[in-house]
Antibody, heavy 120, light 110 residues
Framework: EVQLVESGGGLVKPGGSLRLSCAASGFTFSDVWMSWVRQPPGKGLQWIGRIKTKFVGGTPDYAAPVKGRFTISRDDSKNTLYLQMNSLKTEDTAVYYC???????????WGQGIRVTVSS | QSALTQPASVSGSPGQSITISCTGTSSDVGSSNLVSWYQQHPGKAPKLMIYEGSKWPSGVSNRFSGSKSGNTASLTISGLQTEDEADYYCCSNAPSNTFVFGTGTKVTVL
């Protein structure tokens, strides 16, 4: 059974940094492209970015609002996905989900989500 | 990249069919056969319901069906059931290897 467990969330001041982790199990992590999606309180889903497998270069892509501030990485030896968030803004407050890519363009399995609050 | 436009709410009685629209542009929905749909119950993670426009992941009921015409994708729920009450989001790939979600639709079963 696919399992994704996010950790590392919490309260951080504007301008601060935080690193989220997503521990994966139940599938061959190194074979799967992975994404991060967030959901601000009471609002809709927002795609943040994704990282390809090492087999095709392991490169990430990002949504415009986070490009240059957030970095997605993966450690296939630890079956773990990361999201390094720098220069955090109040509008980054959200529940953050990691998800497996499914097919060509969708997100098949999701973690339970982790809350990040950016506030002074 | 602006969010895809969905109606804020759609409702129907048990057993009825409802359709949720998802309108984008020629740069996303209009040029993609890869629209996906997600169901989200309150406090829960989203669940993939339709991928690549009209395909079902394993375990998803065929009461859910997807289609597209021009810049608008649609999700139809047939034989509406109480457990279908949830928020629904569409998603399309977009320029520069990115993705864009819809604004979300709250489905109410009357």
């Amino acid at each position: 059974e696919v399992q994704l467990v996010e950790s590392g969330g919490g309260l951080v001041k504007p301008g601060g940094s935080l690193r989220l982790s997503c521990a994966a199990s139940g599938f061959t992590f190194s074979d799967v492209w992975m994404s991060w999606v967030r959901q601000p309180p009471g609002k809709g889903l927002q795609w943040i970015g994704r990282i390809k497998t090492k087999f095709v270069g392991g490169t990430p892509d990002y949504a415009a609002p986070v490009k240059g501030r957030f970095t997605i990485s993966r450690d296939d030896s630890k079956n773990t996905l990361y999201l390094q968030m720098n220069s955090l803004k109040t509008e980054d407050t959200a529940v953050y989900y990691c998800a497996t890519d499914f097919g060509e363009s969708s997100f098949g399995s999701w973690g339970q989500g982790i809350r990040v609050t950016v506030s002074s | 990249q602006s969010a895809l436009t969905q109606p804020a709410s759609v409702s129907g009685s048990p057993g009825q069919s409802i359709t949720i629209s998802c309108t984008g542009t020629s740069s996303d929905v209009g040029s993609s056969n890869l629209v996906s749909w997600y169901q989200q119950h309150p406090g829960k993670a989203p669940k993939l319901m339709i991928y690549e426009g009209s395909k079902w992941p394993s375990g998803v009921s065929n009461r859910f069906s997807g289609s597209k015409s021009g810049n608008t994708a649609s999700l139809t729920i047939s034989g509406l059931q109480t457990e279908d009450e949830a928020d629904y989001y569409c998603c399309s790939n977009a320029p520069s290897n990115t993705f864009v979600f819809g604004t979300g639709t709250k489905v109410t079963v009357l």
